[in-house]
């Protein structure tokens, strides 16, 4: 599955239906393990789709940062990116990226947890695939079992508080400062894109 | 106290049980600490063993392996062998071995935190009993006390699933594809030592 | 704020009395940061506040030393204290400093994750500096509702606890026992500094 609108995917509806049909083909597909290869900026909702992932292959390249930069937006990455973050780099690392809003080049990426291997840009698809078939070797019930006694408790708490964090990202969203913000920032992304 | 019966010391019934009665005693001797010298490979049961020790000494030899290579067997971890490998090594990095059975080498056990110190196989004893020389130098109620801090939760969650953790692992075992599952990895070990 | 009453500063009740006003005076200020630069050996207490901070800058001299060496005393870090650690450094880390009392020089704090940043003495001040424009960047708001979203379970547990914790520390640190192993204490420290 290849998301590919270059330069940018944003998460627009029509691209995250697509990609939640894809997902609900893929659940099907016994043979189907998680890995991302990332050729491209992951911030905030792409790089919560990459945590997600069983493992995370960023090619190496200083523009392909990733991270929850929520707060340079003046908004807050919600409890359940925070729970996936912390699940993946640790409470300490995660307090620092999300406070600061973070976006790792790949080095730092790699030296904080956030992705799990850097490789020059023409190896990321057969790194992938290496990585790919070794997923692929493990007894598939065992390993399914296992990786839900892992991610499951974190998953169960999204949904036990799934309403009430809509409601209050969609009263929060709506504040006039925080459009106001938004639109700074925005503002300075077109500027920095000339 | 050595468990030796070269060259493996599989966890038998009999094993199991004069383990449970040496520790029972060495609870009694108030200097007694858990330091765990490997000089050996260290899977599942045995690897769980080392974890509940306070410190962990490894032989640098490539062939002294350790970690919950369950998922290799066809099998799952149980959650007190996950909660204790989260509590050593973190949540991802316990996400991977888990979930890839990885048995680490020297090198990488000290690397992601599986063991504390590597040594050459003739200074493992010498190490540990230096490293016993340290914590026996701390006020002893003192640290017992913070020990049951960090580790009481573990423990109780423990004992407070213990009668379903064990109904379902009879009935788990007991399937005959897992049965079927265990043959194949047994097969495989045997054809490997020729 | 400086904590100045060299060589020590005693956290005593009219130290902790300044501390708790100057710090509500903070609060009031919109930018403030809790950026710490420690010039001096934060042991126990010291150590716990440099924690609640959002950033540590530790001069590099081998008398700085930081760490909770509650044990060391004979006493035990309340579990706050235990929770504060584990935020910053982890389960296993904070096991061993915990139990072993473990006073960190500045390139173990360092690795350990006890500090954010290690730089020579006559560059502390201006480093602190230098990081606390970095974090005043941040849009403010969405970063404090962040920084709450990771410490408030923290902070809740030992308010919801605090009255028993207290009840708990006045009774054992009242014992016989308990105040024989601080005198031991603060007898070798006198005598080590001769």
């Not at 016994?30 to 945590?51: M, N, Q």
Request: some cysteine.
């Amino acid at each position: 599955m290849k998301l590919k609108n270059p330069p940018v995917n944003s998460l627009s509806l029509e691209l995250l239906t697509e990609l939640v049909i894809s997902l609900e083909k893929l659940e099907n597909d016994k043979t189907f393990r998680g890995i991302i290869l990332t050729s491209g900026a992951s911030p905030a909702g792409g790089c919560l789709i990459s945590l997600t992932c069983d493992y995370r292959v960023l090619a190496d390249n200083p523009k392909y940062v990733i991270g929850l930069n929520e707060t340079l937006l003046g908004i807050i990455a919600p409890f359940w990116f925070k729970d996936t973050l912390m699940n993946t780099i640790g409470h300490r690392a995660s307090e620092l990226a999300l406070q600061l809003g973070i976006l790792f080049p790949p080095a730092e990426a790699l030296q904080v947890g956030m992705v799990d291997k850097v490789v020059p840009e023409d190896q990321v698809q057969s790194t992938a695939l290496s990585v790919m078939a070794q997923w692929l070797s493990i007894p598939d019930h065992a390993r399914q079992l296992t990786k839900n006694m892992m991610r499951k408790p974190t998953a169960d708490r999204l949904v036990k508080h799934r309403d009430s964090d809509i409601q209050n990202f969609v009263s929060f969203i709506s504040r006039d400062s925080i459009q106001k913000s938004l639109q700074v920032y925005l503002g300075k992304l077109r500027q920095k894109k000339g």
